[in-house]
Nanobody, 122 residues
């Protein structure tokens, strides 16, 4: 059974940086495509970034150039580095895993963490 545990969320000001982490247990992180999604109050969960088993990455247009997804195979952890944060980035951030290729749709992911809150004040 794969377990995902996010950490690193918090309250920051617009323009600040923050890194959230997702610790993976049960399988090696490189066995999965790992995605980050977020959900703001009253909105649907949306794709943020993915790192595929090959190491290829993809980003939502809204975060491209500001966010970077990476993984540390030795620590079995995936990271989302968020720079130049905006108030509209405020959401609960979830990491997710799939044994498939990894795409932009939440339904494609089999395993989810509990989420970590990121709040960006203006």
């Amino acid at each position: 059974q794969v377990q995902l545990v996010e950490s690193g969320g918090g309250l920051v000001q617009a323009g600040d940086s923050l890194r959230v982490s997702c610790a993976v247990s049960g399988r090696t992180v490189s066995s999965y495509a790992m995605g980050w999604f977020r959900q703001a109050p009253g909105k649907e969960r949306e794709f943020v970034a993915v790192i595929r088993k090959s190491g290829n990455t993809a980003y939502a247009d809204s975060v491209k150039g500001r966010f970077t997804i990476s993984r540390d195979n030795g620590k079995n952890t995936v990271y989302l580095q968020m720079n130049s944060l905006k108030p509209e980035d405020t959401a609960v951030y979830y990491c997710a895993a799939t044994a498939g290729n990894g795409n932009y749709f939440a339904y494609a992911y089999n395993y989810w963490g509990q989420g970590t809150q990121v709040t960006v004040s203006s």
